[in-house]
């Protein structure tokens, strides 16, 4: 059954609650994990006490695909020793878990110029066939979602992922 999964996206998202030097360091971080140019999340909401207003970025995240995925992805892994928690998957097969520190990364050391940051990571699999979904001509109905127990077979054959 995992031939028919695939591996769509990984988003990796750093939270940092305020606009300024601390996001930029995070965008920095981001980049030089990724090689890719991160884009910045804004508040949806108005939140007085945190001082946080609609609009106003917040966070960043980068979103990779194919290759690039497949090598975060390993690193990722590595960072919280091949172990996710089963509730860490949702009923569409999807993951997400949290790097407490980018220093748990392989090959990565601490930087005193851009601090400590930790980051989600989201990862988004999919059944082949999505396209017929999504396309504009000749549209159909086809489950795209792979179940939670498919998913996590997935992620065990694909990166010798243990699932507690």
Known sequence: ???????????VNIGVG???????????????????KPVETLATKRIPTWGIRKGLPIGCKVTLRKEKAMEFLKKAFAAVDNKIS???????????FGIKEYIDIPGMKYD?????????????????????????????????????????????????????
Request: aromatic share 4%.
């Open 18 to 36: 305020e606009a300024g030097e601390r996001l930029e360091k995070a965008k920095e971080l981001l980049e030089r994990l990724t090689g890719q």
């Open 1 to 11: 059954m995992s031939e028919l999964l695939r591996l769509e996206k990984v988003v």
């Open 112 to 164: 005193p110029n851009i601090g400590m940051f930790g980051m989600d990571v989201t990862v988004c699999i999919t059944k082949i066939g999505k396209r017929v979904r999504v396309r504009k001509i000749k549209r159909r109905k086809v489950d795209v979602h792979p179940t939670k127990e498919e998913s996590m077979e997935f992620l065990k054959q694909l990166f010798g992922v243990e699932i507690e």
């Open 86 to 96: 089963a509730e860490s998957f949702d009923d569409h097969g999807n993951v997400s």
